[in-house]
Protein backbone atom coordinates (compact mmCIF):
# COMPACT_ATOMS: atom_id res chain seq x y z
CA UNK A 1 0.00 0.00 0.00
CA UNK A 2 0.77 3.53 -0.91
CA UNK A 3 1.26 6.07 2.48
CA UNK A 4 0.66 9.80 2.43
CA UNK A 5 2.09 11.70 5.49
CA UNK A 6 0.18 15.43 5.97
CA UNK A 7 1.41 18.07 8.58
CA UNK A 8 -1.68 19.59 10.08
CA UNK A 9 -0.09 23.17 11.92
CA UNK A 10 -1.93 26.35 12.58
CA UNK A 11 -2.90 28.77 15.20
CA UNK A 12 -6.31 27.58 14.72
CA UNK A 13 -8.14 24.27 14.06
CA UNK A 14 -11.74 22.76 14.65
CA UNK A 15 -12.40 19.17 14.01
CA UNK A 16 -16.07 17.88 15.12
CA UNK A 17 -17.48 14.82 15.27
CA UNK A 18 -20.56 15.82 17.29
CA UNK A 19 -20.91 19.01 16.69
CA UNK A 20 -24.91 20.29 16.17
CA UNK A 21 -26.75 23.36 16.49
CA UNK A 22 -25.27 26.41 18.39
CA UNK A 23 -22.74 24.07 20.29
CA UNK A 24 -19.63 23.31 17.76
CA UNK A 25 -17.32 21.50 19.64
CA UNK A 26 -13.80 19.71 18.52
CA UNK A 27 -12.16 16.67 19.26
CA UNK A 28 -8.80 16.36 20.21
CA UNK A 29 -7.28 15.45 16.81
CA UNK A 30 -8.11 15.73 12.94
CA UNK A 31 -10.94 13.08 12.13
CA UNK A 32 -11.15 11.05 9.35
CA UNK A 33 -14.33 13.12 7.52
CA UNK A 34 -12.11 16.19 8.13
CA UNK A 35 -9.28 15.12 6.62
CA UNK A 36 -11.08 13.55 3.20
CA UNK A 37 -12.82 16.88 2.97
CA UNK A 38 -9.58 18.80 2.51
CA UNK A 39 -8.20 16.19 0.25
CA UNK A 40 -11.56 16.08 -1.72
CA UNK A 41 -11.21 19.93 -1.87
CA UNK A 42 -7.70 19.99 -3.17
CA UNK A 43 -8.83 17.80 -5.93
CA UNK A 44 -12.15 20.26 -6.57
CA UNK A 45 -14.84 17.36 -5.85
CA UNK A 46 -17.95 19.07 -5.19
CA UNK A 47 -19.88 18.56 -2.18
CA UNK A 48 -22.46 16.32 -3.89
CA UNK A 49 -19.34 14.14 -4.74
CA UNK A 50 -18.90 10.51 -4.52
CA UNK A 51 -16.65 9.65 -1.74
CA UNK A 52 -16.14 6.30 -1.56
CA UNK A 53 -12.75 5.97 -2.83
CA UNK A 54 -11.75 8.42 0.06
CA UNK A 55 -13.58 6.96 2.60
CA UNK A 56 -11.84 3.83 2.19
CA UNK A 57 -8.52 4.85 2.77
CA UNK A 58 -6.99 3.63 5.99
CA UNK A 59 -6.85 6.53 8.03
CA UNK A 60 -4.53 7.36 11.56
CA UNK A 61 -3.33 10.52 13.03
CA UNK A 62 -0.05 11.19 15.47
CA UNK A 63 -0.43 13.65 17.85
CA UNK A 64 3.32 16.07 17.82
CA UNK A 65 2.19 18.72 19.55
CA UNK A 66 -1.59 18.90 21.57
CA UNK A 67 -2.03 22.40 21.70
CA UNK A 68 -4.66 24.13 24.25
CA UNK A 69 -8.57 24.16 24.16
CA UNK A 70 -10.17 27.66 22.79
CA UNK A 71 -13.74 28.78 23.61
CA UNK A 72 -15.14 31.53 20.90
CA UNK A 73 -18.81 32.93 21.71
CA UNK A 74 -19.97 33.51 18.14
CA UNK A 75 -21.99 36.02 17.12
CA UNK A 76 -23.54 36.41 13.33
CA UNK A 77 -25.64 38.75 10.85
CA UNK A 78 -27.71 37.73 7.84
CA UNK A 79 -25.45 39.19 5.04
CA UNK A 80 -28.71 40.04 3.15
CA UNK A 81 -31.71 40.54 6.21
CA UNK A 82 -29.17 41.57 8.95
CA UNK A 83 -31.42 39.19 11.09
CA UNK A 84 -29.21 38.14 14.10
CA UNK A 85 -28.35 34.63 13.79
CA UNK A 86 -28.56 31.92 16.48
CA UNK A 87 -25.62 32.67 19.27
CA UNK A 88 -23.21 29.82 19.21
CA UNK A 89 -20.36 28.59 20.84
CA UNK A 90 -17.63 27.77 19.24
CA UNK A 91 -14.50 25.57 20.42
CA UNK A 92 -10.55 25.49 18.78
CA UNK A 93 -7.67 23.87 19.26
CA UNK A 94 -5.14 26.70 19.14
CA UNK A 95 -1.03 26.15 18.66
CA UNK A 96 -1.66 22.35 17.42
CA UNK A 97 0.88 20.09 15.27
CA UNK A 98 -0.40 16.51 14.06
CA UNK A 99 0.67 14.16 11.46
CA UNK A 100 -1.71 12.42 9.64
CA UNK A 101 -1.85 9.71 7.40
CA UNK A 102 -3.61 7.68 4.46
CA UNK A 103 -3.12 4.63 3.19
CA UNK A 104 -4.69 3.19 -0.17
CA UNK A 105 -4.12 2.48 -3.54
CA UNK A 106 -0.77 3.80 -5.21
CA UNK A 107 -2.62 5.72 -8.13
CA UNK A 108 -4.84 7.78 -6.32
CA UNK A 109 -2.45 8.37 -3.16
CA UNK A 110 -0.37 9.58 -5.74
CA UNK A 111 -3.16 11.87 -7.10
CA UNK A 112 -3.98 13.33 -3.80
CA UNK A 113 -0.28 14.12 -2.99
CA UNK A 114 -0.60 16.28 -6.43
CA UNK A 115 -3.52 17.79 -5.67
CA UNK A 116 -2.28 19.51 -2.59
CA UNK A 117 0.60 20.88 -3.85
CA UNK A 118 -1.86 22.98 -6.37
CA UNK A 119 -5.21 22.74 -4.62
CA UNK A 120 -8.24 23.89 -6.43
CA UNK A 121 -10.38 24.59 -2.96
CA UNK A 122 -7.82 26.03 -0.22
CA UNK A 123 -7.11 23.47 2.33
CA UNK A 124 -8.39 24.29 5.86
CA UNK A 125 -8.15 22.68 9.00
CA UNK A 126 -11.84 21.73 9.96
CA UNK A 127 -13.26 25.09 9.40
CA UNK A 128 -12.75 27.71 6.62
CA UNK A 129 -11.65 30.12 9.47
CA UNK A 130 -9.05 27.77 10.46
CA UNK A 131 -6.02 27.86 7.44
CA UNK A 132 -2.47 25.79 7.76
CA UNK A 133 0.74 27.72 8.82
CA UNK A 134 2.87 25.00 7.06
CA UNK A 135 2.58 23.22 3.70
CA UNK A 136 0.18 20.34 4.20
CA UNK A 137 2.60 17.64 2.58
CA UNK A 138 5.77 15.88 4.03
CA UNK A 139 7.07 14.39 1.86
CA UNK A 140 5.95 12.34 -1.58
CA UNK A 141 4.09 8.98 -1.20
CA UNK A 142 6.13 5.84 -0.25
CA UNK A 143 5.72 2.30 -0.18
CA UNK A 144 4.97 0.56 3.18
CA UNK A 145 2.40 0.67 6.14
CA UNK A 146 0.23 3.28 7.52
CA UNK A 147 1.32 2.73 11.74
CA UNK A 148 4.96 2.06 10.65
CA UNK A 149 5.24 5.48 9.01
CA UNK A 150 3.53 7.45 11.34
CA UNK A 151 5.62 5.83 14.01
CA UNK A 152 9.35 6.63 11.91
CA UNK A 153 8.26 10.19 10.70
CA UNK A 154 9.94 13.43 12.55
CA UNK A 155 8.96 15.29 15.24
CA UNK A 156 6.90 18.17 13.46
CA UNK A 157 6.33 20.09 16.70
CA UNK A 158 7.36 23.92 16.86
CA UNK A 159 10.60 25.24 17.83
CA UNK A 160 9.52 26.71 21.09
CA UNK A 161 7.38 23.80 22.20
CA UNK A 162 10.40 21.70 21.80
CA UNK A 163 12.23 24.20 24.19
CA UNK A 164 9.55 24.22 26.52
CA UNK A 165 9.41 20.26 26.94
CA UNK A 166 13.55 20.40 27.23
CA UNK A 167 12.92 23.19 29.78
CA UNK A 168 10.57 21.60 32.30
CA UNK A 169 13.11 18.82 32.54
CA UNK A 170 16.01 21.21 33.30
CA UNK A 171 13.93 23.08 35.51
CA UNK A 172 13.40 19.89 37.91
CA UNK A 173 17.32 19.27 37.70
CA UNK A 174 16.76 15.89 34.90
CA UNK A 175 18.21 15.23 32.55
CA UNK A 176 16.23 16.10 29.47
CA UNK A 177 14.92 12.82 27.73
CA UNK A 178 16.23 11.58 24.19
CA UNK A 179 12.35 11.07 22.95
CA UNK A 180 8.82 12.16 23.25
CA UNK A 181 6.16 10.10 23.70
CA UNK A 182 3.01 10.35 21.32
CA UNK A 183 -0.20 9.61 21.40
CA UNK A 184 -1.51 7.56 17.96
CA UNK A 185 -5.08 6.89 16.79
CA UNK A 186 -5.54 4.86 14.10
CA UNK A 187 -8.60 2.98 12.26
CA UNK A 188 -9.58 -0.27 14.51
CA UNK A 189 -10.93 -2.79 11.43
CA UNK A 190 -14.45 -4.84 12.70
CA UNK A 191 -12.66 -7.38 14.25
CA UNK A 192 -15.35 -9.34 17.00
CA UNK A 193 -12.66 -10.64 18.90
CA UNK A 194 -11.27 -6.77 19.75
CA UNK A 195 -13.55 -4.01 20.29
CA UNK A 196 -12.18 -0.41 19.47
CA UNK A 197 -11.02 1.85 22.29
CA UNK A 198 -13.15 5.07 21.09
CA UNK A 199 -15.78 5.30 18.23
CA UNK A 200 -16.41 8.60 16.45
CA UNK A 201 -19.24 9.32 13.95
CA UNK A 202 -16.62 10.75 11.00
CA UNK A 203 -16.62 8.24 8.40
CA UNK A 204 -18.04 10.76 5.65
CA UNK A 205 -20.36 8.63 3.13
CA UNK A 206 -22.01 12.30 2.01
CA UNK A 207 -20.86 16.69 1.94
CA UNK A 208 -24.05 17.13 0.10
CA UNK A 209 -25.68 20.37 1.96
CA UNK A 210 -28.86 19.04 1.60
CA UNK A 211 -28.19 15.33 3.94
CA UNK A 212 -25.02 15.10 5.18
CA UNK A 213 -24.47 11.59 6.23
CA UNK A 214 -21.28 9.97 8.19
CA UNK A 215 -21.08 6.27 9.58
CA UNK A 216 -19.08 5.35 12.59
CA UNK A 217 -15.24 4.65 12.77
CA UNK A 218 -13.82 2.53 15.51
CA UNK A 219 -10.01 4.19 16.42
CA UNK A 220 -7.40 1.89 18.41
CA UNK A 221 -5.31 4.25 20.29
CA UNK A 222 -1.29 3.29 21.10
CA UNK A 223 1.58 5.49 21.98
CA UNK A 224 5.31 5.89 20.03
CA UNK A 225 8.48 7.45 20.83
CA UNK A 226 10.13 9.44 18.27
CA UNK A 227 13.61 11.28 19.06
CA UNK A 228 14.03 14.84 20.57
CA UNK A 229 16.11 17.71 18.53
CA UNK A 230 15.70 20.84 20.70
CA UNK A 231 15.43 23.90 19.45
CA UNK A 232 14.32 24.18 16.09
CA UNK A 233 13.18 21.57 13.57
CA UNK A 234 15.16 18.49 12.27
CA UNK A 235 16.90 19.75 9.21
CA UNK A 236 15.24 19.43 5.57
CA UNK A 237 15.32 21.38 2.65
CA UNK A 238 13.79 24.25 2.44
CA UNK A 239 9.99 23.92 2.11
CA UNK A 240 7.99 25.41 -0.43
CA UNK A 241 6.77 29.24 -0.72
CA UNK A 242 3.44 28.55 0.74
CA UNK A 243 1.09 31.28 0.14
CA UNK A 244 -2.00 29.99 -0.89
CA UNK A 245 -4.06 33.35 -1.84
CA UNK A 246 -1.04 34.80 -3.83
CA UNK A 247 -2.87 33.92 -6.98
CA UNK A 248 -6.09 35.39 -6.05
CA UNK A 249 -7.80 38.82 -7.84
CA UNK A 250 -8.37 40.80 -5.13
CA UNK A 251 -11.82 42.03 -4.21
CA UNK A 252 -12.67 45.98 -5.23
CA UNK A 253 -14.26 47.55 -2.55
CA UNK A 254 -18.03 48.48 -3.14
CA UNK A 255 -18.46 52.35 -3.12
CA UNK A 256 -22.30 52.23 -3.41
Known amino acids: MSVLLLRLAGPLQSWGSAARFTRRTTENAPTKSGVVGLLAA ?11 DLAALEFGVRIDQPGSRLRDFHTAHHSDTLKSMPLSERFYLADAVFVAGVSGEAGLVQRLYEALLEPVFLPYLGRRSCPPSRPVTIAEPSEGELEQALREARWEASGWYRD ?6 RRRGQEAPDDVRLDLLLDSPADPDRLPDITLRDLPMSFDPRHRRYGLRGVRTTET ?32
Open 42 to 52: AQGRRRDADLS
Open 225 to 256: RVPIEPGARPSSPPPPPHEPTSLLTPVTPRTD
Open 164 to 169: KRTASF
